[in-house]
């Protein structure tokens, strides 16, 4: 499974509260996403970063915030989580040279309840 | 930016026959075509993939079509076992590295 790792893998927290989700790699993959999966809509991208420091949005950011330090390390963060944000998150890694996207190797998921 | 839809989103086959699940996607600059493969509880798989300079590509029992002009691509699984039983994702590149996924279409094979 391409060494990708995500923590914690189960959560339950209330509504307000910050919350932390880890995606770990260690394939030195430089491109690194945040999804999350609810039925009906498949996988929708969060946040991406195409390398250490380097952020973008994806199509669902808004509540959400990301940092990567270190090329290994991929964190989302919900500043203030909300019901909305109940779902399952996917963190995934890909290497891609220069002939464009490539295969994106996904996490185990993160089932996270927002009371 | 890109879209992509799939269909259906359910799909009930007898063991042995073949399953066809369709894709279509708007970003003509899309050139590669990834499909998952995810088992009940599971993270998303590779099944098969293709280039934008391919039009057809083969692994075993899945193969998988593109047509560029139509933009529109194709899973085909022949004589369909019941451990094909999952839901499967087609996604469209865009730019970036990212891919845009379909909806899903849960596959159920009938022993």
């Known amino acids: 499974d391409a060494g990708i790792t995500q923590s914690p893998r189960h959560k339950v927290t209330e509504t307000g509260t910050p919350v932390t989700l880890r995606c770990h790699q260690t394939e030195n993959h430089r491109y690194m996403y945040w999804y999350r999966q609810d039925p009906g809509h498949g996988l929708r991208l969060i946040h991406y970063?195409?390398?250490?420091?380097?952020?973008d949005k994806g199509e669902v950011s808004d509540g959400y915030s990301v940092s990567r330090s270190k090329t290994e390390d991929f964190l989302l963060t919900l500043e203030s989580a909300t019901s909305s944000q109940t779902s399952v998150y996917f963190c995934a890694s890909v290497a891609t040279g220069g002939t464009g996207a490539g295969e994106q190797f996904f996490g185990p998921g993160t089932r996270l309840t927002v009371l | 930016g890109e879209n992509v839809e799939q269909h259906p989103s359910t799909l009930s086959v007898q063991e042995g026959d073949s399953a066809v699940i369709k894709c279509t996607y708007s970003d003509s600059a899309s050139n590669y075509f990834p499909w998952y493969k995810q088992e009940l509880g599971k993270r998303p798989q590779l099944i098969i993939d293709i280039r934008s300079n391919v039009g057809e590509k083969k692994d075993q029992r899945i193969a998988v079509t593109l047509n560029k002009t139509a933009k529109h691509f194709s899973l085909h699984i022949t004589e369909t076992q019941p451990e094909d039983s999952a839901v499967y994702f087609c996604a469209a590149s865009t730019g970036g590295n990212k891919l845009v996924f379909g909806a899903g279409t849960i596959l159920r094979v009938k022993s």
């Open positions: 970063s195409y390398g250490v420091k380097d952020t």
